[in-house]
């Protein structure tokens, strides 16, 4: 594919000032992020103007209320996203951080971070997504280019020109921080394939995005996000505990990643446990999708298919599953993860273990929902996604995930 002068001069600004950010100290960065964040309060009624017409647009094309809800801005919502910014302000500065070390023959070696070079993110409607990657993004020396969603492409643009310009006045060069601002699907898929300008692309959104970037790009993808993440309740849980944990992961924000979308529990406490959250789920109005004998317990429940144990439902719509053992909820587990959040209810210290053992996936639990799957609740500050690969990042990827590494070599003629 042919790429415009458009998206090649985009490109050519990140990567003239990725060059001088990679060298940018660490007061500089922080002066930036401050007036970054200091301008998303003094612009708050600008960016809720902005998100009022993406708010409607959508509801005007029908989108589901999950959606809407991702792209609602409130000025509670913008206070969070400046707090986000200062909490990366906190955090030590990866770059530079390493490791020394000297050969027998008199070589020293010194093992540092560096960035990555420019970040590119492909994402939908998230308007908090802007800001969270330019922060980390700027913070970890990155120039970032950012191509949201159509959804949020008025509520993107004022944002992006909000924080660019705040960084820009504290010194950081021009280019640090850009928006595609063409929403046309051409322009998404020519980011993909700007190997010379771009260094790595990290997609954040639904199943149907993450799949199209990766079989699409030619540039590095760290895939993040799809979450089928399950819920065992075991035959030594707390039953109340693990109606409020269980309850919690499902309801909180159920258009999120890290939202419940599969409950197992084991047969021995199915009649005592199910009616509980079961009624409970019902009350607030989730569709519970069960196995046979989940039905035979909840009579209103709907009757799961196959394709419900690997839905990512993003809604308040769950699939309930009664297991005869640890062994069957492991193999089940097994079968449908996407290897992002899964935890266990039990006060069995042995079963606990195993399961936190045996699980692969980028974070599992004892006795926690699965919404703590997050840079903020994890010390990280703000996140750019969950990682659910097992290259270098994996689960919430923040600053030093957003780093690799180079070795300087110090010596004094030595020869092989």
Same mark, same amino acid.
């Given at each position: 594919m042919e790429i415009s002068q458009e998206m090649i001069a985009i490109g050519q600004k990140a990567k003239d000032a990725a060059r001088r950010l990679a060298f940018m100290g660490t007061e500089t960065k922080n002066k930036a992020l401050a007036a970054m964040a200091e301008a998303l309060l003094q612009n708050q009624?600008?960016?809720?103007?902005?998100?009022v017409q993406d708010v409607e647009a959508a509801e005007k094309k029908g989108l589901r209320k999950s959606l809407i809800n991702r792209l609602q801005l409130t000025e509670k919502k913008i206070i969070e996203m400046s707090e986000a910014i200062q909490d990366v302000i906190a955090l030590p500065d990866p770059v530079g951080a390493g490791e020394f070390w000297t050969r027998p023959n008199g070589l020293r070696i010194h093992k540092t971070r560096v960035p990555l070079g420019v970040v590119a993110m492909i994402y939908e409607a998230r308007p908090n997504v802007t800001v969270d990657a330019a922060a980390l993004c700027l913070k970890s020396g990155n120039a970032c280019v950012l191509r949201g969603g159509s959804e949020a492409i008025e509520s993107n643009k004022v944002l992006a020109q909000i924080i660019a310009e705040a960084a820009e006045n504290c010194g950081c060069p021009a280019g640090s921080i850009q928006l595609v601002a063409n929403t046309d699907r051409q322009y998404a898929v020519q980011l993909m394939r700007m190997n010379k300008y771009i260094d790595v692309i990290i997609p954040r959104g639904g199943t149907g995005l993450i799949r199209t970037v990766i079989e699409n790009s030619t540039v590095p993808v760290i895939e993040t996000g799809t979450g089928v993440c399950h819920a065992f309740v075991d035959k030594d849980a707390d039953l109340e505990k693990a109606v409020n944990i269980v309850f919690n992961s499902k309801t909180q924000k159920p258009e999120v990643c890290n939202a419940l979308e599969t409950l197992l529990v084991h047969e021995d406490v199915a009649e005592n446990y199910l009616p509980l959250i079961g009624q409970k789920f019902k009350d607030y109005g989730v569709e519970i999708r069960g196995c046979e004998k989940v039905q035979r317990i909840l009579p209103y429940a709907q009757p799961a298919q196959e394709e419900d144990w690997g839905a990512e439902y993003l809604d308040l719509i769950i699939s309930v599953k009664v297991v005869r053992d640890l062994d069957e909820a492991l193999d089940h587990i097994y079968k449908y993860s996407t290897q992002h959040s899964?935890?266990? +209810?039990? %006060?069995?210290?042995?079963? &606990?273990?195993?399961? +936190?053992? %045996?699980?692969?996936?980028? &974070?599992?639990?004892t006795n926690v929902s699965t919404r703590f799957t997050d840079g903020g609740r994890f010390g990280f500050g703000a996140e750019i996604g969950i990682s659910t690969q097992k290259l270098h990042a994996r689960g919430p990827m923040a600053l030093p995930e957003l780093t690799t590494f180079k070795y300087m070599v110090y010596g004094d003629g030595q020869i092989v």
């Open positions: 009624t600008h960016i809720l103007s902005a998100n899964e935890t266990i +209810i039990t %006060e069995n210290y042995s079963t &606990a273990q195993r399961f +936190i053992n %045996e699980i692969d996936a980028a &974070a599992v639990y």
